[in-house]
């Protein structure tokens, strides 16, 4: 019987040695496969049993060895920190993309710089200072200050239509990840079915899950954690997203005017995702996945330089307000610094070539309008006129769609009504009395006739002060780049310190995306060298597992060799 009984534990040894060596190529079969975690075959001893006790011992028989188990060889630590920091990689990524596309908005268009534009203009207004009464240099300003509106609705229009292109990469991201939320919803389906019995375990679907979670950290903030079960449960940003039987959808409302989209929580009553006024911090883990990255770029809306002052467009937010709202978005941030840029130099402009006063009474109370604002008039007495030397408001430069600088009205004034040409101002609440770049172009009467350029006092002389203050207003102007600059600059410098601090951040993103790539790929590393096929080891242990089989080949070839000569000899 212990003969018979040896046969058996050859036979175990035997198919041991076969599933292990099939573990083995397998593994070997999958050493190029994406997303394949690497099997260990993990083997135990099979039961004993009794046959025989005596006074000084228990007489016991094994039955062999058995595959103990065959598991999936993964550090679940590496895996967190991998899918953490592949996320954080992803968001510098996309805040560099953004600034590098900034700038190139800001560089070469048609072949030509922005800057080159905002020079060729200051010179002509040089020029025109110099000698005002000369046509060329009136043709000359009119000219360029067509290449300048040109070229500055050329950057924003460049600008904007980079928010629009990110907010559709937005949907597109959106809806990839509830494509992946579907996906893991199925595989934890069907491994709660395949482990329900504990015999079996679904290896090709955790790999698939794996793949998707990796995927899923690039896109997104997560938490996920296993289930006894063999499900996962996975949170973004703290919120939950899919279990075991159920996933929740990731979805979005659409802005009517911008057609912008934010993500929400369809199923916690559209409940926000992500806060962007919050900081941005590594300690905070604020800094983590495309999408966010994304949403920051993109910003809200299509900005103007209204954003940077408070409703009466004359006062800059604070610091804190201007930190809080847009300087997390690259793009809206320099589309208000540029518009800003711009505003500035179009109402200078217009200022020295049309001059306004503030409208008082005879003890200098300024005389307020029906909504209690007050009221400013052309200058009539230090205006200019152009060639045609009416006795009406001098022409603008830079002239708003649909709304002129002035209305003419009758306004009482210390009790006699009298003619003004009313300044028409700007408004927050009011897009079109905006001096913006989407909404102004070079006056269509200038273009016809630059002699119409306001630089002739009343008795037709050349009037020099008007010129000599055109030039003061390019030259002299002081601004702040936003409300957290601390030092003004004129306009050259405003666009120098604009562009050069888009290149500062856009280095600083280079440089943490770079050195979180490294940390990547050193994670990567570390997980390969537990999780990745070596096809050495592999090799060394399909030697082991071959010699065992051959040993219990032989084994149970001796046994039946010593069996069979029993039979024989009692025959």
């Avoid at 306004?411 to 003619?419: A, N, R, Y």
């Amino acid at each position: 019987m212990n003969s018979f009984g040896s046969l058996y534990t050859g036979v175990s040894g035997l198919k041991t040695s076969q599933e292990a060596l099939n573990v083995t190529a397998n593994n070997l079969a999958n050493v190029n496969t994406k997303g394949y975690t690497r099997q260990q075959v993990y083997q135990g001893d099979r039961e004993s049993v009794w046959v025989g006790r005596t006074p000084l011992n228990q007489q016991q028989v094994g039955l062999g060895v058995s595959i103990g188990e065959v598991r999936q060889v993964r550090n679940v630590f590496l895996d967190k920190y991998y899918r953490q920091e592949s996320g954080r990689q992803a968001f510098y990524d996309e805040c560099y993309n953004s600034a590098v596309e900034v700038q190139d908005y800001l560089g070469e268009m048609q072949g030509t710089e922005f800057q080159d534009a905002l020079n060729d203009f200051w010179k002509t207004v040089e020029e025109l200072s110099k000698a005002p009464e000369k046509t060329v240099n009136q043709n000359m300003l009119v000219e360029y200050a067509g290449v300048l509106m040109d070229r500055a609705k050329s950057v924003y229009s460049g600008l904007k239509e980079y928010q629009i292109k990110t907010n559709s990469k937005i949907e597109e991201t959106i809806d990839r990840i509830n494509e992946i939320g579907k996906d893991l919803l199925r595989i934890n389906k069907q491994i709660l079915t395949i482990e329900s019995d504990a015999m079996e375990k679904a290896k090709d679907l955790r790999d698939e899950r794996a793949l998707l979670l990796d995927e899923l950290g690039g896109y997104v903030k997560m938490d996920y954690e296993e289930n006894l079960n063999g499900t996962v449960v996975v949170r973004i940003e703290n919120d939950l997203f899919v279990t075991s039987v159920l996933q929740h959808d990731m979805g979005y409302t659409r802005d009517e005017d911008t057609g912008f989209v934010t993500p929400v929580w369809p199923d916690y009553g559209d409940q926000v995702i992500y806060n962007l006024d919050n900081d941005i911090s590594t300690a905070a883990n604020s800094d983590i996945g495309s999408l966010k990255a994304m949403l920051l770029a993109r910003g809200n809306k299509h900005a103007n330089y209204t954003s940077f002052y408070e409703s009466d467009l004359k006062t800059m937010i604070s610091s804190d307000d201007y930190i809080n709202s847009v300087s997390n978005s690259m793009m809206e941030n320099t589309q208000i610094e540029f518009d800003n840029l711009l505003h500035t130099v179009m109402t200078k402009v217009n200022d020295a070539l049309c001059p306004n006063k503030l409208l008082t009474d005879a003890e200098g109370n300024s005389i307020l309008d029906e909504e209690g604002n007050e009221i400013y008039v052309w200058d009539e007495e230090n205006g200019s006129y152009g060639s045609d030397q009416e006795a009406t408001p001098a022409t603008e430069l830079f002239a708003r769609n649909g709304v002129k600088r002035y209305t003419e009205q009758l306004i009482t004034v210390d009790g006699e009504e009298k003619k003004y040409f009313v300044y028409n101002q700007e408004k927050a609440d009011d897009p079109k009395s905006l001096y913006t770049i989407s909404t102004v172009k070079v006056n269509g009467e200038l273009e016809q006739i630059p002699s119409l350029l306001p630089t002739m006092s009343k008795n037709g002389d050349t009037n020099y002060p008007i010129a000599k203050a055109l030039a003061e207003a390019w030259a002299n102007t002081n601004l702040y780049l936003n409300p957290n600059a601390e030092e003004k600059c004129n306009v050259t410098g405003y666009y120098v310190q604009m562009v050069s601090e888009i290149g500062i951040i856009g280095s600083v993103y280079d440089q943490i995306s770079y050195g979180l790539s490294d940390t990547v790929a050193t994670i990567e590393n570390q997980r390969q060298a537990v999780l990745g096929v070596s096809s050495d080891e592999e090799l060394t242990n399909m030697i082991k597992y071959q010699n065992a089989y051959n040993a219990s080949s032989r084994y149970i070839n001796a046994i039946s060799e010593m069996i069979e000569q029993l039979l024989n000899s009692l025959g």
